[in-house]
């Protein structure tokens, strides 16, 4: 009796195991089993142009996952995007004295990789408000509304601050105009010369790592001043620049008269075109960019 009580026992146990194991083969016995597989994701990438050298701009998308890119190429988001979500592309820091624009900036996944957002650097000049607010005719001061004199227009951006960046490193000896992107020789030479050997000088110069310098036009040379100062040369000086004083050679001849040349008195701000290439009083400051 009880042989047979055990084996029957035994064959109920069998048959529960293997009930058993077939509902877990099947999902069975409580709803478990493998997870479905994630949804796919798609990354988005594209192609940066026209960035300077040791310049950065940082990109966004949507909003965040910040990608700060500092060289012409290839550039790709590390947050992938599944399919049918949004994305927009922006920058969110600009590279300076560039601007970066973007093509092809949002869009919507449709089951591949986003790979044609394109950025284009390209420099950014501005040019700064000449300070000149009062208007004149032959006999005095007038009223300055239609004039279309400075104090009239008041064109131009005011002058961030500091406006003159002194290098640093190998660029020490350098200041850097944040308007123009020009970059000026900082400590200039107090003696004169004539036309010919300022050209000469500013064309062989090799300074701060450059030796692309050269004699500024008379517009490059007159963006350094600010009307609404009695000494541009003073605010310079106290700005970075050491030596800046009176007269300065440009490379700006008059039109049928190629003796003669424009200068201009940074000290005060008189310019004249008067001058003739033999004077031996002007001195050099050599710019360069941007």
């Known amino acids: ?30 709803g478990g089993g493998a997870a479905p597989p994630a949804p796919p994701t798609y990354t988005i990438s594209g192609t940066v142009s026209g960035l300077g050298a040791g310049k950065n701009v940082v990109l966004q998308n949507n909003s965040g996952n910040d990608l700060a890119v500092s060289a012409d190429g290839a550039f790709t988001f590390t947050v992938p995007i599944a399919n049918s979500g949004a994305y927009v592309v922006s920058a ?11 093509a092809n900036a949002s869009g919507t996944v449709s089951g591949a990789n986003v790979t044609n957002v394109s950025i284009t650097c390209v420099v950014s000049i501005a040019l700064p408000k000449t300070g000149q607010t009062l208007c004149y005719d032959a006999v005095g001061t007038i009223a300055c509304a239609g004039t279309g004199q400075d104090g009239d227009l008041q064109t131009g951006v005011t002058e961030p601050g500091p406006r003159f960046i002194v290098g640093t490193a190998a660029e020490v000896d350098c200041v850097t105009d944040s308007l123009t992107g020009l970059m000026w020789v900082g400590a200039p030479s107090l003696t004169g010369s004539d036309w010919a050997s300022a050209l000469t000088a500013a064309n062989g ?57 424009g200068v201009l008195n940074i000290a005060n701000g008189q310019m004249t075109t008067s001058a003739a290439k033999t004077y031996t009083y002007p001195r050099t400051l050599p710019v360069r960019g941007p």
């Open 92 to 102: 969110l820091t600009q590279p300076v004295l560039q601007t970066c624009t973007i």
């Open 205 to 261: 110069l090799n300074l701060c790592g450059y030796t692309d310098w050269r004699l500024p036009n008379l517009v490059e040379l007159g963006s350094l001043l600010n009307y609404s100062v009695a000494d541009n040369a003073a605010v310079m000086n106290a700005a970075g620049f050491s030596n800046i004083n009176s007269w300065y050679w440009t490379s700006t001849s008059m039109a049928g008269y190629p003796l003669w040349v």
């Open 1 to 30: 009796m009880n042989f047979k009580h055990t084996t029957k026992f035994q064959g109920s146990a069998i048959r529960v195991a293997l009930v058993l194991s077939l509902l877990s083969a099947c999902g069975g016995g409580g």
